[in-house]
C-alpha cells in the first residue's frame, strides 16, 4: 500500500545542467500537485496537474521549468539550465478528488535539489 | 482573497508541557482547515482537518485543534508534548466546498521540545 513516491530523494547537479524529479501519486490518485520549499520557508504552490492535463501552473516559473503528468507513467517536473536558486525540496502531493473535495493531499517524501 | 498566518515561526517548550500552536485565516466564506506535520527531511503528514460538525477536531499523536469561526482561528494543542513531536508544523485552508481547489499554506511554525 505504497503512498506518494518520488525520486530521486536528493539530486546534485551542476549550473546550467537539467534536473528531472519523479513523482509517483498514490494508487488511484489522478492529482497531483508540486510544492517547492525552501530553507526556513513554507510550501510554495507550482503546478496542479490531472492526467494528461495541466490545471494550474500559476506557481511555476514561465522560463526553464515544466511539468506532466502523463496518461500511463508518473508526474515529472523537469528543471532545464539549473541555477544555484534553484536549490531547494520538492514536494509532491496527491490527492484522490479534484475540484470540490475536501482536498486533503498525501506527500512525498520530498526530492532535495543541490546546484552547485 | 484567502490567507493563513501562523504568527510564531518559533515554539519552544519543555518536555511534558502543553502547547499551543496559533493559527489565524482570513476568508469571506466557509472553509475547511488543515493541520499537517514535517518531521525532519521528510515530506508532510496529516495531523487533522476541520470540514463540518464539531469545531474540536482529534487527531494523531494527542494532537487536537478547535475551529473558531468568530475569531477566524484553527489553533493546535497537545496537553503534553513528547521529544519526538519536534517538527515544523503547517496549517492551511481551503474553501469549502467549490471548485477552488487551491490550499493555501501558513509559513510554519517550529516547535522545538526542550528535555
Known amino acids: 500500500n505504497a503512498g506518494v513516491m518520488q525520486n530521486p530523494r536528493h539530486l546534485v547537479r551542476r549550473r546550467g545542467q537539467e534536473a528531472r524529479l519523479r513523482c509517483s501519486p498514490m494508487?488511484?490518485?489522478?492529482?497531483v500537485y508540486w510544492y517547492r520549499q525552501l530553507p526556513e520557508e513554507g510550501l510554495k504552490f507550482m503546478v496542479y496537474?490531472?492526467?494528461?492535463?495541466?490545471?494550474?501552473e500559476s506557481g511555476m516559473p514561465k522560463e526553464r521549468f515544466s511539468a506532466e503528468f502523463p496518461k500511463e507513467g508518473p508526474s515529472i517536473l523537469r528543471i532545464q539550465q539549473v541555477v544555484r536558486g534553484d536549490s531547494a525540496a520538492y514536494f509532491c502531493?496527491?490527492?484522490?478528488?479534484?475540484?470540490?473535495?475536501?482536498?486533503?493531499?498525501?506527500f512525498g517524501e520530498g526530492s532535495r535539489l543541490t546546484v552547485l | 482573497a484567502q490567507s493563513v498566518t501562523q504568527l510564531d515561526s518559533q515554539v519552544p517548550v519543555f518536555e511534558e508541557a502543553p502547547v499551543e500552536l496559533r493559527c489565524n485565516y482570513s476568508?469571506?466564506?466557509?472553509?475547511?482547515l488543515f493541520w499537517y506535520v514535517q518531521y525532519p527531511n521528510q515530506g508532510l503528514q496529516l495531523l487533522l482537518k476541520?470540514?463540518?460538525?464539531s469545531t474540536l477536531v482529534k487527531g494523531i499523536n494527542g494532537f487536537e485543534a478547535e475551529f473558531n469561526k468568530s475569531q477566524t482561528s484553527f489553533h493546535l494543542r497537545k496537553p503534553s508534548v513528547h521529544i519526538s513531536d519536534t517538527a515544523e508544523y503547517f496549517c492551511?485552508?481551503?474553501?469549502?466546498?467549490?471548485?477552488?481547489?487551491?490550499?493555501?499554506w501558513g509559513a510554519g511554525t517550529k516547535l522545538i521540545i526542550k528535555p
Open positions: 494508487k488511484g490518485h489522478s492529482h
Open positions: 496537474l490531472q492526467k494528461e492535463n495541466i490545471i494550474d
Open positions: 476568508s469571506s466564506v466557509s472553509v475547511y
Open positions: 476541520y470540514l463540518s460538525g
Open positions: 492551511a485552508v481551503r474553501q469549502a466546498p467549490d471548485s477552488n481547489y487551491q490550499l493555501i
Open positions: 502531493a496527491s490527492t484522490l478528488q479534484g475540484p470540490g473535495g475536501t482536498g486533503e493531499l498525501f
